[in-house]
């Protein structure tokens, strides 16, 4: 077994049912997203001995693996990080010496990336933490432990030290942190719909829930898009939808809904993707709502239009709810509709 460092730190995974036939496809299913470990970065774990069984390191990534294996990861302390702190304004909706929770607005991306090196959450989290953002993952990811898509808005917890970081994704890797989005979506999933209930991997629970357990993975032709996908393959994914409002009668052409939907597990694109498959994508959403739009005659000239036209992704993140990684109490933040959501739910309730 290597010999670990003070600054090391070991990321058990265990091996779930009907995993891929290889080591690097498995970590690839099994790893959660919030430690931020690429394929590549597993990939170079597994050739240079910091994949361990019974801490034996295991260097070949074609190793058959078996359900309910576990491997240790030692994820190495964090590289420096060359991001610049700008002075962006920020919604701070809690902070402490620990962690900073923001409610985050359209258009702003997390992390920075080749296409977006400027005007990040990153960039304006160190201008207004500085030095106390933790880093994990092999590199420096100041504070970051789960992320939001680009145009969605909405609630996201950010570390401010290694203890709370290594706290927060434990919680995450458990699916123990409670989220919650707000989503316009076209049509309304409807139980008694047979062709929703044809679909694989929809389920119904009591209340008017609709549960969705899929497999998520790149797309073959599209790297930018995710897709359902079977048969172990992919992440797993499971949503959680339930109905709140109905616009346009449940069976309306041209009508809409808002939808409250929770994740058990946080995958790219996860929601998005799910509404997708199950026939009702999200208002706005150019890479998965397909060419559906709302209908005059069925919501109101001016909630068709606003719908229409909408410039994103219509989804809000608006609760977060996690156990304080270092004092133990229960937190839960709640953030209102942004003012572009509230304007089409605005129109859509009064049919206009």
């Not at 809904?257 to 997708?276: K, Y």
Request: hydrophobic share 40%.
């Amino acid at each position: 077994m290597p010999v670990l460092s003070e600054t090391d730190a070991l990321l058990t995974v265990e091996i779930g049912e009907d995993p891929p036939d290889r080591l690097d496809k498995a970590l690839v299913r099994e790893v959660p997203e919030e430690a931020a470990l690429s394929r590549s970065r597993l990939m170079k774990m597994i050739a240079e001995g910091d994949v361990l069984r019974d801490g034996v390191a295991v260097t070949d990534p074609k190793t058959k693996v078996a359900v309910g294996e576990v491997y240790a990861l030692v994820l190495a302390p964090a590289e420096e990080y060359d991001a610049q702190p700008e002075d962006i304004s920020l919604v701070v909706v809690y902070e402490d010496d620990e962690l900073i929770v923001i409610d985050k607005p359209a258009g702003m991306v997390v992390h920075p990336a080749p296409g977006t090196p400027r005007g990040t959450l990153v960039n304006a989290l160190l201008h207004h933490c500085g030095d106390t953002l933790s880093g994990i993952g092999g590199e420096k990811r100041p504070g970051i432990v789960h992320r939001i898509d680009k145009d969605t808005t909405g609630l996201l917890v950010v570390a401010k030290t290694d203890r709370a970081h290594h706290g927060l994704a434990k919680q995450f890797e458990e699916h123990s942190v409670n989220r919650h989005y707000m989503a316009l979506v076209h049509g309304t999933p409807d139980a008694a719909d047979p062709r929703l209930r044809g679909l694989k991997g929809i389920g119904f629970e009591t209340g008017g829930i609709v549960k969705i357990v899929t497999g998520l993975a790149r797309h073959k032709t599209d790297r930018q898009r995710q897709a359902v996908v079977w048969d172990g393959a992919g992440r797993h994914a499971v949503t959680r939808a339930r109905v709140l409002e109905s616009y346009g009668g449940r069976q309306a052409p041209g009508g809409a809904a808002l939808v409250e939907c929770w994740l058990e597990t946080g995958r790219t694109h996860q929601i998005r993707v799910h509404m997708s498959y199950a026939g009702h994508g999200l208002l706005g959403d150019q890479t998965y709502g397909g060419k559906r739009r709302l209908s005059p005659k069925s919501v109101g000239e001016v909630a068709a239009g606003l719908g229409n036209e909408f410039a994103r992704q219509a989804l809000h993140a608006a609760s977060l709810g996690f156990v304080h990684p270092v004092t133990g109490e229960e937190m839960l933040f709640e953030a209102e509709l942004p003012p572009d959501m509230a304007a089409v739910l605005e129109a859509l309730r009064a049919g206009i």
